[in-house]
């Protein structure tokens, strides 16, 4: 086993510090975008500009460049075309030698899948294969740039996918398990949970969901378990078990984020923090609204997950949930 990963996806308005950067071994850019066309676009991202920084301080630091579609449809009508593909491949080589990256992370959500009105299609499972290989390309052309990609973390993800030839090709994957409990849900429960909880008929966490894509052919050595530095609420919850596991008139949204709980949700205004050991996560109930995040203490135990169980790494949503650092603080203490 290699060095374990511990990756920070980072937006807009993120400041990484020289504390955090020396903690952090790889950083995703989000987001840039693939076109219609083919083309990898940073956008000029504001991030850009701390990249040399960073460097400086921590010079073994990969950062790659996260790309979504600039339009729904990007994705799908790519990676069915060989001649857009091969404009892929070029861009993946003009942004390691030209823009400074290490490396790409596709974050298309999801193939085959209808959600955030794209025009999918069952070839794109086997397409997907072909866009990443394509990249691929141009990143070993530029001396061997990182590939990774930002995967579902449920089976509708790999039966959309061809996990083996994916993983061949890959350096590893940052499998969302957070939003396991999000806006399609009206029961409330844990978004980020390590375990499943007794009783939660929705039966997923990052335990189950690493189990998953290894049993799939993904080898545990290129996963990356997901911690969330944001929160998913609940409205308008019976105030029963402390408004675990109820059923509500909407799913959950997305709520504070872990800044804003510390200072004034996390036993503060009437909400009371709860501790479910089974599913080793948090939550928080005022009587009305439900809370589910990550704090230190499940973090602890996702970092203990990570060593025990010799997956690749961790990774976080992102950086400015959490303008304390106190999250990333328990990582870097974690994956000691």
């Known amino acids: 086993m290699g060095e374990k990963k511990v990756l920070a996806y980072v937006v807009g308005d993120s400041i990484v510090t020289e504390e955090q950067a020396r903690i952090l071994t790889h950083i995703h850019v989000a987001f840039g975008h693939i076109t219609m066309e083919g083309e990898l676009l940073s956008n000029n991202h504001p991030f850009k500009a701390q990249m040399e920084q960073l460097r400086q ?19 799908t009508v790519v990676s069915a075309s060989e001649e857009l593909r091969a404009n892929v491949t070029k861009s993946c080589r003009r942004l390691v030698e030209e823009e400074g990256f290490d490396g790409v992370d596709f974050d298309w959500e999801y193939p085959c899948v209808p959600s955030n009105n794209v025009n999918c299609c069952p070839d794109d499972r086997h397409n997907f294969t072909l866009l990443c290989r394509a990249a691929r390309k141009g990143l070993d052309e530029a001396g061997g740039g990182l590939l990774s990609i930002a995967a579902g973390a449920d089976i509708y993800y790999i039966e959309s996918v061809e996990p083996k030839p994916l993983a061949e090709v890959l350096d590893y994957v940052c499998l969302m398990t957070y939003d396991l409990k ?14 499943s909880s007794t009783g939660d008929i929705f039966r997923n966490s990052c335990d189950q969901a690493l189990r998953l894509f290894e049993g799939a052919g993904f080898p545990k050595d290129k996963l990356l378990m997901g911690a969330a530095f944001y929160s998913r609420q609940w409205k308008e919850v019976r105030d029963r078990c402390h408004g675990f596991l109820q059923y509500t008139k909407s799913g959950g949204g997305y709520g504070p984020e872990y800044h804003e709980l510390a200072a004034d949700y996390i036993d503060k205004n009437g909400y009371v923090r709860y501790w479910d050991d089974e599913a080793k996560a948090p939550y928080l109930f005022n009587g009305s609204t439900f809370i589910s995040y990550d704090d230190e203490t499940s973090i602890a135990c996702k970092c203990a997950y990570v060593n025990r169980e010799e997956i690749g790494g961790i990774f976080y949503w992102n950086h400015s949930n959490d303008r304390s650092g106190a999250l990333l603080k328990a990582i870097g203490n974690g994956m000691k």
Not at 59 to 64: D, F, R, T
Not at 182 to 195: E, K, R, S
């Open 57 to 75: 301080w921590n010079p073994e630091l990969k950062i790659l460049l996260s790309i979504v579609p600039r339009v729904p449809d990007a994705f």
């Open 182 to 195: 999000c806006g399609f849900h009206a029961l409330t429960g844990h978004h980020t949970a390590l375990y």
